[in-house]
C-alpha cells in the first residue's frame, strides 16, 4: 500500500517538476559555494602535507656527513630503476656515495626508496615545482639533494604567492599557513 | 518638419537599439562562463581585467582576427549568407518591442518603442521564424555532416516548437483582446497574466527554450554529439555572429516572457521606474536560462519530439479552450 502512495507521490512530484526544481537548488547552492580553484602560480599556492611525497632529499647526520652508507638498497626496490649509487670508502672507514644520482623524470614517488633506507638517509620532500625544459636537467646528483628542501613542518594550506620569473620560475609563497583548502570546498 | 523630427527619431532609436543589441553579448557572455563557472565550484574568467570584465573583449578581439576558413567544399555564396541571415531576424524582432510607455527628455515625450504594431505579436513570430534560414543554410552550405545533421535537428525542432508556441500565446492575445504587444502590457496592469495563464506560460517558456536553442533543447549545437552542430565550419567573425544571434534570442525569449506573461513594466510592491521593472524581470530570464543550462542534461532527439508534440501541443490546445470558454 504504502509503496503504491510513494508511487503516487513521486508521480506527483514529477507533474509539479520536483526534480526539476531540487537539481535547480542543488546547482544554485553550488553557485554560492566557494570554488575549489586555486590560482596558481601567480597568486595562490598549495604548501603540501607533513606526508606529501614530493622531491627526494638526503640527510645530514649531526656531525653534517651525508647519513647515506651507499648500501644501494633504495636502488634495488626502486620499482623505475632510477637510483644510480657508487660507493667509496672516506678517509674515516665509511663507505658513503661516491655517487648518488635520482633520475625524478623516470621517478614515480612511491616512496619505496624512503622506506627501504636502513640509515633514515633519504626521504621524500616537500617540493613539487622541479618542471624543466630538458629531461637531463632532472637527474639529481648527490650534492643537489643534500639541498632540497626537507620534509613540510605542517602544511595542507592555501596561501597568497607571487610568481617571480626574473631569474628561474619562482612561486613565491609570502605566508606561512593559509586558508584550509580541503576544509573549504562543498563535498557532497 | 514634424516628419523630419519623427523620423530622425525613430532612426536614432533603431541606431540606438543596434548598437546596444551588439554589445549586449559582451556582458551576457561574461555572465554566462561565471555562473557556469560558479555553479562548477570554478571561478571562471579570473585574469583579464577586475575578475575577467574584459574577457568578452579580449575574445571578440580574438575572433576578428582569427582566419575566416571557408571549407573547400562548401557552397560558398550560402556560407556567407548564412550568419548574416542567424544575426537579422533577432534584430529586426526587436522593433516591435515595447520597452515601456513614454519617457519625457527635455520635455519632449519620447516612446520606449520603435512602432507599436497592432499586429506586433503576429510580427514578432513571423521574422523570428526566418531566423532558423541561417542555421539551416549554414548547416547545409559548410557541406560537413555534423553541420548537415545539427540544421536537419533544428529544422524539426522548430517546426515542433513554433506551433504550440504560437498557440500558447493565443490565451494572452484573448486576454488582451489585441494583439499589440503595449496593449497586452497594458491589459496586465492589475493582474499578470501569469494568474491566469500558468499553462500557457509553461508551454510558451519551454518552447522559448527550445526556440533559442538552449539546453535543454540545444540539439542543434549538440557539443557532446555534433561538434558544435551547425556552426562546426565557421570560424572567425561569422563564428561571432552566431554567437551573437544566440544570445540576442535568449533576450528575446526572455523579454516576450515578460511582456506577455509577467507584465512588462508593470511593477509590484516596489515603485521602481517602469524600465528598470522591466530590465530587472528580463534579467531574471536570462539568468533562469543561464541557470537551466548548466543544470540539465540534453534532451534526446526522440524525447525532444515527443515532448513537443504530446506535451506542449495539448498544453497549449487546452489552454485556448479553457481561456476560451472562461473569458467569453
Ligand atoms: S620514490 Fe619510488 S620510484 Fe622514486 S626513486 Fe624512490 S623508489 Fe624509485
Ligand atoms: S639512501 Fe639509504 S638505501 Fe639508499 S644507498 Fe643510501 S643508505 Fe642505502
Known sequence: MSRALDRVGTWVGWAFFADLASALGLTFGYMFSRSVTMQYPDKEKWLPYARYRGHHFLKRDAEGEIKCVACELCARICPCDCIEVVPYEDEKGNRRPAKFEIDTARCLFCGLCEDACPADAIALGQQYEFSSFSSRDLVIGRDDLLLKPGKAASGGGVVAARLDTQKTVLVEANEPRGYNWWRNIRRR | ?328
Open chain 2, 1 to 328: 518638419m514634424e516628419l523630419v523630427v519623427a523620423l530622425g527619431l525613430i532612426a536614432f532609436k533603431v541606431a540606438l537599439l543596434i548598437a546596444v543589441l551588439l554589445l549586449l553579448p559582451l556582458p551576457l557572455t561574461w555572465m554566462e562562463r561565471k555562473i557556469a563557472g560558479h555553479m562548477q565550484q570554478r571561478m571562471g574568467p579570473m585574469r583579464v581585467g577586475w575578475h575577467g570584465l574584459l574577457q568578452p573583449m579580449a575574445d571578440g578581439i580574438k575572433l576578428l582576427t582569427k582566419e575566416d576558413h571557408i571549407p573547400a567544399e562548401a557552397d560558398r555564396f550560402l556560407f556567407k549568407l548564412a550568419p548574416i541571415l542567424a544575426l537579422a531576424p533577432p534584430f529586426v524582432v526587436f522593433v516591435a518591442i515595447p520597452f515601456g510607455e513614454t519617457v519625457s527628455v527635455l520635455g519632449a515625450e519620447i516612446t520606449l518603442y520603435v512602432s507599436n504594431m497592432n499586429v506586433a505579436l503576429l510580427f514578432v513570430f513571423a521574422v523570428i521564424g526566418l531566423e532558423v534560414y541561417g542555421v539551416i543554410f549554414g548547416g547545409w552550405a559548410a557541406n560537413s555532416k555534423y553541420a548537415l545533421l545539427g540544421s536537419l535537428r533544428t529544422c524539426a525542432q522548430m517546426i515542433s516548437y513554433e506551433i504550440p508556441m504560437g498557440f500558447a500565446v493565443i490565451g494572452v492575445v484573448i486576454l488582451a483582446q489585441s494583439m499589440s504587444l503595449v496593449d497586452i502590457v497594458r491589459a496586465q496592469a492589475d493582474l499578470w497574466n501569469i494568474v491566469y495563464q500558468p499553462i500557457g506560460f509553461f508551454v510558451f517558456f519551454v518552447a522559448g527554450l527550445a526556440e533559442a536553442q538552449r539546453i535543454p533543447f540545444d540539439l542543434a549545437e549538440a557539443e557532446g554529439d555534433l561538434g558544435a552542430g551547425f556552426h562546426t565550419e565557421y570560424s572567425g567573425i561569422r563564428f561571432a555572429f552566431f554567437m551573437v544571434s544566440e544570445y540576442v534570442i535568449m533576450v528575446l525569449v526572455s523579454v516576450l516572457v515578460v511582456i506577455l506573461f509577467f507584465g512588462g513594466w508593470n511593477g509590484v510592491l516596489i515603485p521602481l521606474p517602469p524600465l528598470l521593472w522591466f530590465l530587472l524581470k528580463v534579467a531574471f530570464f536570462v539568468y533562469l536560462f543561464m541557470w537551466f543550462r548548466f543544470t540539465f542534461p540534453r534532451y534526446r532527439y526522440d524525447q525532444l519530439m515527443t515532448i513537443g508534440w504530446k506535451v506542449l501541443l495539448p498544453l497549449s490546445l487546452a489552454n485556448i479552450i479553457i481561456t476560451g470558454i472562461v473569458f467569453s
